[in-house]
């Protein structure tokens, strides 16, 4: 994912505006978002900085969210990455993840809650109304062989 943002930034036309491609980071504060939401008493409100991410300020050389049709962003977790493409018009997360017996869905399902609570609160934002994102895993792609 890093290396698909670095290509982006060198070769803009190739991926256009309307793809935006997020860091670790941004799972990562979801997660910390996640904690801070079940522990307020307005659940509703996103904590502080989130701004940053729909500006495209954050992460660097970030693209702002306005008029983007899909997001993706690597999830890293119990010692295991995989890719998360969101699709904004199907309100659909679609995981990708080469080795699907290191996940079951319910433990996708507990990764991507966050996910799934942050990303319609950001884009309501940006007068995008999302009631709630579908998962759906990919399973067409394959393994690599070595890492």
């Known amino acids: ?7 982006t930034l060198k070769y803009p036309k ?9 860091d670790v980071k941004f799972y990562v504060n979801c997660m910390l978002a996640m904690l801070e939401l ?13 701004d940053s991410y729909l500006q495209g300020e954050f ?4 693209q702002k969210w306005e008029g983007c049709t899909h997001l993706y962003f690597p999830v890293y977790s119990r010692s295991y990455w995989y890719a998360i493409e969101v699709d904004i018009a199907k309100s659909t997360m679609f995981i990708y993840d080469p080795d699907k017996s290191c ?3 319910d ?11 942050i990303l319609p609160m ?6 995008i109304v999302i009631d709630a994102l579908a998962i759906e895993q990919i399973m067409t792609i394959s393994k690599q062989s070595n890492s």
């Open 122 to 127: 950001l884009l309501k934002k940006i007068n």
């Open 38 to 50: 079940d522990t307020t008493d307005h659940p509703t409100d996103l904590p502080e900085g989130f």
């Open 103 to 105: 996940s079951t869905d």
């Open 1 to 7: 994912m890093q290396l698909l943002r670095q290509r």
């Open 59 to 62: 992460p660097k050389h970030g």
């Open 107 to 117: 433990q996708i399902r507990v990764d991507l809650k966050p996910m799934a609570t």
């Open 14 to 22: 190739s991926f256009g505006r309307p793809r935006v491609i997020l």
